[in-house]
């Protein structure tokens, strides 16, 4: 899928079956998968709202007859699903492929006894030729290719796809994007929580850990987008110490007007920083070219300013709320950079990890 936008789970899915050729969706929506049912419709499939799981899943799998392609049906967690495993029967019975989709608890509260929660993996086996949940938003595609094919291929029958609520909602940056990074904790954890989907769509500080190297970067991955790739964006994610290397391309950025989003992750200084009041009580102390530790910078920088001084939007962030609202603006600005400055907990650090090798500069 090439999406400019955060894209959500219900929307990974209906794309997913548009691109499987799936037409025709019936169910009965509820919690949690209203919105699976609208992003198919805004997909282009044809959803018919029914008035029992059984129905629709009877009236999916005799899609699947007509047409040789499955149908979908949706159906909420635990007595939604159940009611339609007469359906799956009969259609496995049929050979007759079907692609059940059914919302679940969600993943965090698995054996907690959520609402409605209910083994559904292990009871569609039964009725089903696979049964399977994707263990995260990424893995969502290729489960519903495999269902997909699975349900025609050999003997056609039931297949059945299982979506936790969670899910339905969770928002993923593009998959498309470019991602450039630098800084120490940063870019380290960065790595590993920030994927790239597709070859040479990230650059970071590399082998030889060089700071400042980020906003060329960003600057050179959109001049190539700009005329190899329109609609792709570049998302920059920098250490706060990283960003002042070169951040006064913030302005090369806003006269070429690159839709670039620069997020800076503030933690007050190189690894990690002093907090506002910790600061001020220190200046008390004595001199700062004495005492302050070398790590430190400024506490609560407004770096969001230096790109607000040339023109690009500017946002100040404390919370993921806040870090969410200001990712969606900044993503619908297609034509102005932006510079999130998400201000983190300035003393938290990496895991303690099992080999201290892993983490060897232990500041
Ligand atoms: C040109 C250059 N100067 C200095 C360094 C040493 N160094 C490594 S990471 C880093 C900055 C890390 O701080 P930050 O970017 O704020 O990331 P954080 O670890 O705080 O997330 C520095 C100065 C370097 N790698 N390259
Ligand atoms: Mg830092």
Not at 2 to 13: F, H, M
Not at 77 to 92: C, D, E, K
Request: negative net charge; charged residues 15%; contains cysteine.
């Amino acid at each position: 899928m090439a999406s400019q936008e955060p894209v959500t789970g219900a929307q990974i899915i209906a794309e997913a079956l548009v691109a499987q050729d799936v037409k025709y969706m019936f169910g009965i929506v509820g919690i949690p998968v209203i919105e699976v049912a609208v992003a198919a419709q805004v997909a282009g499939i044809k959803y018919v709202g029914m008035r029992n799981e059984q129905a629709a899943c009877y009236a999916a799998s005799a899609v699947g007859y007509l047409t040789g392609r499955p149908a979908a049906c949706l159906v909420v967690s635990g007595p939604g699903l159940i009611h339609a495993l007469g359906g799956m029967a009969n259609s496995n019975m049929n050979c007759w492929p079907v692609i059940v989709l059914g919302g679940s608890s969600d993943a965090n509260q698995e054996t907690m006894g959520a609402f409605q929660e209910f083994p559904q993996v292990e009871t569609c086996r039964l009725y089903s030729k696979f049964s399977a949940r994707p263990n995260c938003l990424e893995a969502i595609p290729s489960v519903v290719e495999k269902a997909v094919r699975t349900s025609m291929y050999g003997r056609p029958g039931a297949c059945y796809i299982d979506i936790p609520g969670d899910f339905v909602n969770k928002e993923a940056l593009p998959n498309d994007c470019i991602i450039v990074s630098e800084g120490a904790n940063t870019m380290d954890i960065g790595r590993t929580v920030l994927q790239n989907f597709y070859p040479r769509h990230r650059l970071d500080a590399g082998t030889f850990g060089t700071m400042g190297v980020g906003l060329g970067f960003a600057i050179a991955a959109a001049m190539v987008v700009k005329y190899e790739a329109p609609g792709k964006r570049v998302v920059c994610v920098e250490g706060d110490s990283a960003f002042g290397f070169s951040g006064m391309e913030v302005e090369t950025i806003c006269r070429y007007n690159l839709p670039i989003i620069i997020i800076v992750v503030n933690n007050n200084g190189i690894y990690n920083g002093f907090d506002e009041e910790s600061w001020a009580n220190m200046l008390e102390a004595g001199d700062p070219a004495s005492i302050a530790p070398p790590v430190s910078l400024k506490p609560n920088a407004r770096y969001e300013q230096v790109m607000m001084a040339f023109g690009g939007k500017g946002y100040f962030v404390h919370t993921p709320a806040e870090l969410q609202q200001a990712l969606n603006s900044s993503f619908s600005d297609k034509n102005v950079p932006s510079l999130i400055n998400v201000m983190i907990d300035p003393q938290s650090d990496r895991k303690t990890q099992e080999f201290p090798w892993l983490t060897r500069s232990n500041l």
